[in-house]
């Protein structure tokens, strides 16, 4: 059974700080690895992953992959309060067709002033 | 992107009727579309796979009598909580693919349900 593990589950740390959100998986036949933003109701997707070493960049966040330690990072800097939300990690094999994500609990970062 | 509508965003029910949220997607005509479930503290877990024009395609311990799927049209799903009791109550959400086989879902707004 495929198996995402986030931590830590949850967070709180000031404006300007600089965060770190760990995903570590179990699946088998890895296709990628993604990153969403969950606010308040939809999550909103964040990143891909499917090779180990690139780092993939937006703005303030940026995240990479280990594919050999199963594992990934999302990075955050300059936190403002409007990152506050919870993360998800998800993992996507190549069978089910693909698309059958799993997913973790999640991380709830909180950023104060 | 695609651009998923959701409805209702909330909703109160007793225990023993039936619930029906609809999943638009709004630009873009999906062929699959899919269900999750979220309780509190927990992960998205994927219920089942909608297929236009077939049957839905249901996870393992999901009864498919109890969660009715229906996917008439590209754009259009349809998720019946069927005699809801109060242990449904949760968080269900649904999502598009962009593309045949991509993992790169985007998700509505959620359905809020709770059975008192």
């Known amino acids: 059974e495929d198996k995402v593990v986030q931590s830590p589950l949850s967070l709180v740390v000031h404006e300007g700080d600089t965060v770190t959100l760990n995903c570590s998986y179990e699946?088998?036949?890895?296709?990628?690895l993604l990153w969403y933003k969950q606010e308040k109701k939809a999550p909103t997707f964040l990143f891909m992953l499917?090779?180990?070493?690139i780092e993939k960049k937006s703005g303030r966040l940026s995240s990479i992959l280990d594919k050999k330690e199963l594992f990934s990072i999302l990075n955050i800097t300059a936190t403002q309060t409007g990152d506050s939300a919870v993360y998800l990690c998800?993992?996507?094999?190549?069978?089910?067709?693909?698309?059958?994500?799993?997913f973790g609990t999640g991380t709830q970062l909180k950023v104060e002033l | 992107g695609a651009v998923v509508s959701q409805h209702p965003s909330r909703v109160i029910c007793k225990s023993g009727t039936s619930v029906k949220i609809e999943c638009r997607s709004l630009d873009f005509q999906a062929t699959t579309m899919f269900w999750y479930r979220q309780f509190p503290k927990q992960s998205l877990m994927l219920m089942a796979t909608?297929?236009?024009?077939?049957?839905?395609?249901?996870e393992q311990g999901v009864e498919k009598d109890k969660f009715l799927i229906n996917h008439a049209s590209l754009t259009l799903s349809t998720l019946t909580v069927t005699s809801a009791h109060p242990e449904d109550s949760s968080f269900y959400i649904c999502s598009v693919a962009v593309g045949a086989g991509s993992e790169k879902l985007f998700f509505g707004s959620g359905t809020q349900l709770s059975v008192l």
């Open positions: 909608s297929n236009e024009g077939s049957k839905a395609t249901y």
């Open positions: 699946v088998t036949n890895f296709r990628s």
């Open positions: 499917t090779s180990s070493g």
């Open positions: 998800a993992v996507a094999p190549f069978t089910g067709g693909g698309n059958k994500l799993t």
